[in-house]
């Protein structure tokens, strides 16, 4: 029981084959974001949004109080 | 007996379901690749029963220009051609797309959009629009839209991994796969804004 366990573990493990964006900085680039976000991503995400939230509120001001009126309406 | 094992079958579903949300917030990757492995079909029909609860729940609450089961209706379209769209050009290709998996990991993959809608409706109920330009107006806006692009990034998060795992594709072929279906997707939420179905383009 354990060891199918295992090698079920195992399986879904080598369902897909490591990327490869065929430049070696780049897969390094792109390996080291991805760690960040396969566990626990809403950690890096909430404060990235309230950063680019923040800039967004700085450039554009008010519309974004009428684009937050508008997404109101939108559900 | 049969009604019994039903009953079961449809608890442990629900029982999964409720923890896959928490586990698709804390643990995406692994959560995502185990759902593409999935087979228990009651689980996607249960996704689906919450979305058509909601759109009836929400005629209730707002006034609306068409009734429930028109959203319902272009809400499965929508849906199906997702899926289609992904399994044909992730099919030509690699020939290992699995139809199955794009439509487990792509149900999973509606938990962004379902939060965002029923957050937005208590919001609507407790804070109702428009909102002002006065300091809390503008703290809450700020808010909400931190709320908003977060579950958007979680979003982005699991339809590429549900594209990933059911299609097996790389990074780039993704990516162009993802641009593609957006050129499509684009115009038809654009008709959609345009007949009144809906007042902002979701995903």
């Known amino acids: 029981m354990e060891q199918y366990q295992i090698k079920t573990k195992l399986q879904e493990t080598f369902i897909v084959q490591p990327n490869d964006l065929g430049i070696a900085g780049l897969t390094h680039i792109y390996k080291s974001l991805t760690k960040l976000l396969k566990t626990a991503p809403f950690i890096y995400l909430i404060p990235l949004a309230f950063l680019l939230v923040l800039a967004i509120y700085f450039i554009f001001g008010v519309y974004l109080v009428r684009l937050v009126s508008q997404l109101q309406h939108g559900f | ?203």
Do not use: C, H
Request: proline fraction near 4%; glycine fraction near 2%.
């Open chain 2, 1 to 203: 007996m049969d009604f019994k094992n039903w009953l079961l079958d449809f608890i442990s579903s629900l029982v999964i379901i409720f923890r896959r949300y928490l586990s698709l917030v804390f643990t995406p990757y692994k959560t995502m690749r185990k759902i593409s492995l999935e087979e228990d079909w009651l689980q996607v029909y249960i996704v689906a029963g919450f979305i058509t609860l909601y759109f009836y729940v929400r005629s209730f609450w707002i006034k609306l220009p068409f009734a429930p089961w028109l959203y319902i209706l272009l809400f499965i379209l929508d849906f199906a051609f997702t899926v289609v769209f992904f399994y044909l050009i992730g099919f030509i290709l690699n020939k290992q797309t699995s139809w199955n998996s794009l439509i487990f990991t792509l149900s999973y993959s509606l938990y962004p959009t379902i939060t965002w809608f029923l957050a937005n409706s208590i919001f609507y109920i407790l804070i109702p629009p428009p909102r002002t330009f006065s300091l809390l107006g503008r703290a809450f806006s700020i808010f909400f839209l931190t709320f908003s692009l977060s579950l958007l990034f979680w979003k982005i998060i699991l339809v590429y991994l549900a594209i990933r795992f059911s299609t097996k594709l790389n990074f780039f072929s993704i990516l162009y796969l993802i641009l593609l279906y957006l050129l499509f997707f684009i115009p038809l939420l654009y008709a959609m804004y345009l007949f009144g179905f809906t007042l902002i383009p979701f995903i």
